[in-house]
Structures are given as C-alpha cells and as structure tokens.
C-alpha cells in the first residue's frame, strides 16, 4: 500500500515492514530472532524449529524489495547469543551489496563487535534526518518530523458478526509518531485504540488496508 509521509513516497508492506521509496531503504521493527532458543535455555519448552518461519520471510522480503538500506528498529536479536546466531549470520552474508543499521532496542545484548564483524552499524539510540527520526521505542520531541518506531508491537481487534473478535497487527499512525508492526512470530500485540486522531493500516495475507 502507498501512502505519503512528510510529503514522501512510502510503501507499506504486508510483510510487516515499511519501505522508503526515495531512499531505497527498508525499515524492519522487532524481529526477535533468537528468541527460541532463549526460552529454551530458561527451561521453557519450544520446537527447535520454531522461529525459521522467521528467517525465511527476512529472506524473501530482501530478495523482493532488494534495498539499498536496510533500518532495523530495535530488538533484532532476542537477549544474548545463542546458537541462533549462525542462521542470522549466513543470512546476513548474503547480502554483501546491502548497507545494514541496527538501532538498538531494550532485547539487543549481544555484544557491538558481534554485529560489527557481520558488517552492520550499530547506533545507540536513534537515526535523524531532515524529515524522520527513526528509533526503537517512541521519542519525545518539539518539532514537525515524524518519529517512525517499533517497541509497542501494535495490533487492532477486528469483530465478526457472531460476537467472534481477532487481534490482527497494524500500521499506526497518530500525530507524529508511526508504530511499525513486530516482525517477528514470537512478538504478541498490543492492543491500540481506535481514535478519531489515528490512521490504522491493518496487515491481511497479501495486503494492507486501511481501516
């Protein structure tokens, strides 16, 4: 779906991620790789196997999209390393033409250097040009650029006729702040208010839509 942002051409993606049209830069939010095998190492049962979904989207969308840029908003690996670290690596590899940031997030612990040999670059609490800030958890500012996030994990409740209701991710846009839905499986939702103020993009299969 194509919107416009600060007078700028953006894509929203069904995939659960944005893309700055200008720029050529993808902007991913909360991809929570890792996350298995950190529950598994606190005790918490988990199939091994149940995060690939994960990896295999990344892949799909770098290969549909092939961006220049690529904006990871935060809590890209879950905790500190485990074994799930030589799947983000080798996928990482592949993509040696793709300049990678990631803007650390509350869950990123694996150390700098870690990241830096794969050769991403590391900022510790936002990105700002003339028109965005991009960060992990929203910011407080006084001025007209749009603050682009991730953090909340946002999602809508959608109602059948037979009194059914389905919590669905979405876009959320609301003054100056767009909340960017949670990449990754394993994240959950958080539900966001339905507010005369607010433009809601829910993610279907296959599309956006606006509510």
């Known amino acids: 779906m194509q919107i416009s942002l600060q007078g700028k051409p953006f894509t929203l993606l069904h995939e659960k991620a944005l893309y700055n049209n200008d720029e050529s830069l993808l902007?991913?939010?909360?991809?929570h790789l890792g996350k298995?095998?950190?529950?598994?190492?606190?005790?918490?049962?988990?199939?091994?196997?149940?995060?690939?979904?994960?990896?295999?989207n990344l892949k799909?969308?770098?290969?549909?999209?092939?961006?220049?840029?690529?904006?990871?908003?935060?809590?890209?690996?879950h905790s500190d390393y485990n074994y799930d670290w030589h799947h983000?690596?080798?996928?990482?590899?592949?993509?040696?033409?793709?300049?990678?940031?990631?803007?650390?997030?509350?869950?990123?612990?694996?150390?700098?250097?870690?990241?830096?040999r794969l050769g991403l670059h590391i900022v510790k609490d936002l990105i700002e040009d003339k028109h965005f800030i991009y960060s992990h958890a929203p910011v407080s500012y006084e001025h007209n650029k749009l603050?682009?996030?991730?953090h909340i994990h946002p999602g809508i409740s959608i109602s059948g006729r037979a009194n059914q209701s389905v919590r669905i991710?979405?876009?959320?846009?609301?003054?100056?702040?767009?909340?960017?839905?949670?990449f990754g499986t394993l994240?959950?939702?958080?539900k966001m208010d339905r507010?005369?103020?607010?433009?809601?993009?829910?993610?279907?299969?296959?599309?956006?839509k606006k509510l």
């Open 27 to 31: 902007i991913i939010a909360d991809v």
């Open 36 to 56: 298995v095998n950190h529950f598994r190492k606190e005790g918490i049962s988990m199939p091994l196997n149940a995060q690939q979904g994960d990896y295999l």
């Open 60 to 77: 799909q969308l770098l290969d549909k999209v092939t961006p220049k840029k690529v904006y990871f908003l935060g809590d890209l690996f």
């Open 88 to 116: 983000f690596e080798a996928l990482i590899s592949c993509y040696t033409d793709t300049d990678f940031t990631l803007i650390k997030g509350n869950h990123d612990f694996v150390d700098v250097e870690k990241f830096e």
């Open 147 to 150: 603050n682009i996030s991730g």
């Open 169 to 182: 991710p979405c876009f959320y846009l609301k003054d100056n702040l767009l909340l960017l839905p949670a």
């Open 187 to 190: 994240t959950g939702l958080y």
């Open 195 to 208: 507010t005369a103020s607010a433009h809601i993009y829910v993610v279907l299969p296959g599309e956006v």
